[in-house]
């Protein structure tokens, strides 16, 4: 695999300064140069990993490990080969991979690390780390002799330019969906719909029928609203807010935004990172599916493709129908991207933090990645 960039910000600073105990456990496991308070800093880190798995009492054991106590070399060569180019394994947290692989002295676990150097590097933050992953990257990346070469490239470029953009509604947004004509996002702190113009004047507000709400998307000309508690997708009449239908989900534990593709209702679980697809008349009939990216947080319909938010990985992806990586890029905003929706010939994405719609498109030096 040919290496063209490197980092977008000097990892040197986090690396020495950063204070967290990620950064401790970096100086001292991966470089052999800790600082005086990183002792103190790790224990403080592991007494809060202990409180936390007490409180949740604990998951069971990761599947991947076991993959591994069946043969490394076996589960190695199945990793690569279910890899995907945005370094996304079906829905396997792809950070757990990576710190398996990451310490493993074999040829195929640093092809496994090159493939998923794409996600690593949008990734990285302004800090120059990774948060809480900071460990497991720069870990896999020094042990396969990667981190030095990285810091002699020109750093990875944004994927995205904005074409135009215009200040979202007021509120606390989250989603974004397009019925035709008209956006529609969700304001979670008024518990209410909004839909605007494509140049940003408000034309209408709808309360909304539940609290709880979890992201909106279109559902055939209507509304589709995710609620939780209880878990339920409902169906909204976009010029009153009248209830048209509700379809009980409990099934999923974290529900997120869903839309209606082809008559099913498709939604991601961030909780079990599960894609299904719903048939509103008969929840029964569903099938749990795959995208290509692990865990969808928001999906848009984009003609006989979906485009995803990941709650897990550090990016968007297209797939198709099947489920096949077609084109993918980092989050436009980082982690203030709320939402996307595709009108028809132009992708937009919604940024929550600074309240405003873009229209965005692929930068003409960085050619779409596929597998």
Known sequence: MQLDHGFRYDPTNFVKYDVSSEGALVRTHVFGRPNSGDRAAIRAGFIEIIVDQIDSLAAPPDLLIRLFDLGTEDALKWILTGLNSAGCLSYWDPWRVLELVGPIDHPTAKEIVLRQLPMILRAQDVSGGWGEHSLKVLRALVNHGLYEVLQELPPLPLDWEIVRSFRAPEGDLWSLCWDGASFWTCDRAANQAASFSPHGAEERRLELP?????????????????????????????????????????????????????????????????????????????ERAM?????????????????????CAPGVYRSNAKGRLLEWGDKPFGASTAGLAWDGRRLWALDGRNRRVCQIKRRATQAPSKR
């Open 291 to 311: 995208l290509s990216g692990p865990s969808p947080s928001a999906i848009t319909p984009a003609g006989k493709s979906v485009w995803h938010i990941d709650c």
């Open 210 to 286: 539940f609290e709880g709400a979890r992201g909106l998307g279109m559902w055939g000309s209507s509304l589709a609203l995710t609620i939780d508690s209880p878990n339920m997708i409902v169906k909204l009449d976009p010029a009153s807010g009248k209830i048209e239908q509700d379809v009980p989900i409990d099934f999923v534990l974290d529900p997120t935004a869903a839309c209606e593709i082809d008559g099913f209702i498709w939604i991601g679980d961030a909780c079990t990172r599960a894609l299904w697809k719903i048939n509103p008349d008969d929840p029964t009939d569903r």
